[in-house]
């Protein structure tokens, strides 16, 4: 049963913008804070941002001031605005509740 359903990845040039979307059943979202996680290509996976259910977010240094994320709770979506996007943003996106569910993960590439 697929409880995070993702969209929103694809190819952008350096500079450019992407929004990611996740959606997650209500239950979900009400219990768990949620989280956007990223793998670049032969790397680990890392935090990326994480927001609670009270909407206190918490974002990874490479990517403070360029992203955002939000959620909307009539929704049940989690979003992750990302500006600026460089090259060594480029990676598979995954959203995350409550550190235990994934997402089937949306690729981003960034790349002139």
């Known amino acids: 049963q697929v409880q995070l359903v993702e969209s929103g990845g694809g190819s952008v040039q350096p500079g450019g913008s992407l929004r990611l979307s996740c959606a997650a059943s209500?239950?979900?979202?009400?219990?768990?804070?949620m989280g956007w996680y990223r793998q670049p290509p032969g790397n680990q996976r890392e935090l990326v941002a994480s927001?609670?259910?009270?909407?206190?977010?918490n974002y990874a240094d490479s990517v403070k001031g360029r992203f955002a994320i939000s959620r909307d709770n009539a929704k049940n979506t989690v979003y992750l605005q990302m500006n600026s996007l460089k090259p060594e943003d480029t990676a598979v996106y995954y959203c995350?509740?409550?550190?235990?569910?994934w997402g089937q993960g949306t690729q981003v590439t960034v790349s002139s």
């Open positions: 995350n509740a409550g550190g235990i569910l």
């Open positions: 209500a239950t979900i979202f009400r219990l768990y804070a």
């Open positions: 927001i609670t259910s009270g909407g206190s977010t």
